[in-house]
């Protein structure tokens, strides 16, 4: 079924938004009157991008939302208010109006606009005489809808943060197509996960596992995202509709706002290890996150995602094609939820497609023990101190080098850094950091162990130190946030 639906699909884009318009544009070439065909072609110019793009958001918000195709083969399951179709009832045809009209400007096709016209006006006639009263019989709630949003002309697009944002919807919309040229997800999902009111839990390996969550299970979800990020592109985090939690203390707020937003029917994905796993392995839950599952609706959405940090490992700048492969489940106990995400996601024998990025987790030579010395290359990587070289070694060895090296290290312990205020940005450069057993110093200034509330790991050079008073980050220049995250557990914790 999934396969015929894509292919009536291809057949519908090629017939209705390739195909016919072609044929009108061909009906009345260069017939245009030539004192108006400049502006005809600026006007063009504007209205067949901005048609197609309307049509390409209301599609995305049926598929998000409805549950559906604007297609007769797969209509929607529930009807569809949010964004675009809070502003007027038909969206794709009002797009596609705008869309074939503008072509027939833009190449000054008289003829095809006069059929451009009729057919628009055909269309519009069918909609609201045949496909409405379709509507009417199917969904009750359609006659209110009816009273409040126009069927053409739009109207300010009504607020409600369980509906998608536009923004998040175009990136829904281009990451689908994307993801047909990068990363190929095959997912198992269980039937019983609703369609509203649920948080999604999910491992947490890349960057990119936001979008493996959305893709998988085909709604829109907010995702927390650390402050420390947020405040950093708060732009594109408020257009997405995600919200900011503070990672260095509870965040008594943000998690209110969180359980009260699923309460009221929203969708929530979260990843509870609060960081990207370094080699894949499952950092367990974080601290108190058994008590937010207990108070939230259940089922709970379990997201298990596999393979993806062989393709985007932390420590790397940039991701691989490839498969992905996820299992979804739904639980009602939050110990099943860790159990069933505590899995193998990589196997021990898995290689990578590219080592680039490697020093960053391999931060100590394995055989001359220099620390930084090591150097990355596409199929492995070696050490420039003593010549020591691993040709695409496996994850088992990898997890093994670490595990060594993390036994290695020693205090006091001494580098270079770029001071850093809360949210990532340079206060000073090229400090001198030292860390012993009782205390970090840096530029004058000592913070005690035991006045350490929170330590936390951004990106891979980024850490940050929280004393229950102010936050204070590093960046530093030739180690990585690793070695610093492995002195923090082996000599502070």
């Not at 017939?15 to 108006?36: C, D, K, R, S």
């Not at 072509?103 to 069918?126: E, I, N």
């Not at 900011?244 to 203390?249: F, S």
Request: proline fraction near 6%; hydrophobic fraction near 40%; aromatic fraction near 16%.
């Amino acid at each position: 079924m999934y396969k015929k639906q894509i292919l009536l699909g291809l057949v519908y884009f090629l017939g209705y938004w390739v195909a016919l318009p072609v044929i009108l544009i061909l009906l009345g070439n260069e017939f245009f009157p030539h004192q108006l065909q400049s502006w005809a072609k600026l006007a063009g110019a504007i209205m067949w991008p901005a048609g197609l793009f309307f049509s390409m958001l209301s599609a995305a918000y049926m598929i998000t939302d409805g549950r559906g195709a604007p297609m007769s083969c797969c209509p929607p399951k529930k009807l569809v208010r949010c964004g675009i179709y809070s502003m007027c009832r038909h969206p794709v045809y009002l797009g596609y109006f705008f869309y074939i009209t503008g072509l027939s400007l833009f190449f000054k096709s008289l003829g095809g606009l006069f059929f451009s016209l009729a057919l628009s006006a055909l269309t519009a006639l069918w909609a609201v005489l045949v496909e409405e009263r379709r509507l009417l019989k199917k969904f009750p709630e359609y006659r209110e809808y009816k009273r409040q949003v126009p069927a053409f002309i739009p109207k300010k697009p009504e607020k409600d943060e369980r509906c998608p944002p536009l923004f998040f919807m175009l990136l829904f919309f281009v990451g689908h197509i994307v993801s047909w040229f990068t990363w190929h997800i095959r997912f198992e999902k269980d039937d019983k996960v609703p369609e509203e009111g649920y948080l999604a839990v999910a491992n947490h390996t890349t960057y990119l596992d936001f979008a493996v969550v959305i893709y998988t299970l085909g709604h829109f979800l907010s995702f927390p995202v650390s402050l420390f990020h947020y405040e950093r592109h708060k732009w594109l985090y408020r257009s997405v509709g995600s919200f900011p939690i503070k990672r260095h203390e509870p965040d008594v707020r943000a998690i209110a706002r969180l359980i009260s937003y699923v309460r009221r029917g929203g969708r929530v994905g979260i990843f509870p290890e609060a960081e990207r796993s370094w080699d894949g392995r499952f950092l367990g839950f974080k601290e108190g996150f058994e008590k937010l599952l207990e108070k939230v609706p259940k089922p709970i959405v379990a997201v298990r995602i596999e393979k993806a940090h062989l393709l985007f490992p932390r420590w790397a700048k940039t991701f691989k094609p490839g498969k992905v492969y996820v299992k979804v489940k739904c639980f009602d106990d939050p110990k099943q939820v860790e159990e069933f995400l505590s899995g193998e996601y990589v196997s021990s024998d898995d290689v990578y497609p590219s080592y680039k990025g490697v020093e960053n987790y391999v931060y100590r030579c394995p055989k001359c023990g220099s620390i930084a010395s090591i150097r990355s290359k596409k199929t492995g990587f070696y050490c420039r101190e003593c010549g020591f070289s691993m040709e695409r070694p496996t994850a088992g060895q990898l997890w093994q080098i670490r595990d060594e090296n993390k036994k290695a290290l020693q205090l006091p312990f001494t580098d270079r850094a770029d001071l850093l205020d809360p949210y990532g940005r340079v206060l000073k450069r090229g400090i001198r950091v030292i860390m012993n057993k009782s205390a970090l110093e840096y530029d004058g200034k000592v913070i005690k162990r035991e006045d350490v509330k929170a330590f936390l790991v951004e990106g891979r050079h980024e850490v940050f130190f929280y004393d229950g008073k102010e936050i204070v980050g590093f960046k530093f220049k030739k180690t990585s946030a690793l070695l610093w995250n492995d002195l923090y557990e082996k000599f502070w914790r």
